[in-house]
């Protein structure tokens, strides 16, 4: 059998979604497209019928990630408590699959998915009545502070796993004793940022200069 028959045994969805069975297995270093291919019981060139390499398959991927946290806020949600929502939906989502903050920013990194995340957070912004470049920039800072937060909680959860943790109070100066209340916190700082600059916007700058 030929790598194109091979390939039409499987839809788009299924070698997406054996990926992601795979990358919550073992892991983003493991998910190659050898063992891919071999779960999907097909030649490896048979894969490249739906994805031409690996990182259009691990922007894929990273959508898929995304996608399972969008739908949590709703529009006539208040714009401050609708950005926690979609930071908190999306953190979720990360966790969901091993090493998923590390698929999704890569696949950022490199220009490729859809950029869902973003878009959700700068129309949750935007809802404050902020102009699109300020609404932009804050969904950029709270993404980046979401995908690095996750990232680091998943690199403690591996190594964890492992038993290769420092023990005692000053082991890791990043971590929190309770990680969701660490993130709130971040992700409230930010928030609260974005809440003082939109009230500053408003008070105009005669009423600054009178504080």
């Known amino acids: 059998m030929t790598g194109n028959e091979s390939g039409r045994r499987h839809t788009r969805d299924d070698v997406a979604e054996t990926a992601l069975r795979i990358l919550d297995d073992y892991g983003l270093p493991d998910l190659t497209m050898r063992r891919l291919a071999a779960a999907l019981d097909v030649q490896p060139s048979a894969l490249y019928w739906h994805f031409p390499n690996k990182q259009t398959l691990l922007a894929e991927l990273a959508d898929r990630i995304v996608a399972r946290g969008a739908g949590a806020p709703t529009d006539t949600t208040a714009w401050p408590d609708r950005l926690r929502a979609e930071s908190v939906a999306l953190r979720d989502a990360l966790l969901a699959y091993r090493d998923g903050a590390e698929v999704v920013a890569s696949t950022y990194a490199l220009g490729l998915g859809d950029s869902a995340a973003q878009r959700r957070l700068a129309a949750a912004a935007a809802s404050g009545g902020f102009d699109a470049e300020t609404s932009d920039r804050a969904a950029t800072a709270l993404l980046h502070f ?29 971590d929190a004793s309770d990680s969701a209340a660490a993130f709130a916190f971040g992700v409230d700082l930010l928030v609260g940022g974005l809440e003082r600059l939109g009230d500053e916007s408003r008070s105009g700058p005669l009423s600054r200069s009178r504080t």
């Open 146 to 174: 979401v995908l690095g937060h996750v990232s680091h909680e998943q690199q403690r959860m591996q190594f964890d796993s492992i038993g290769v943790l420092a023990t005692g109070e000053a082991a890791d100066p990043l």
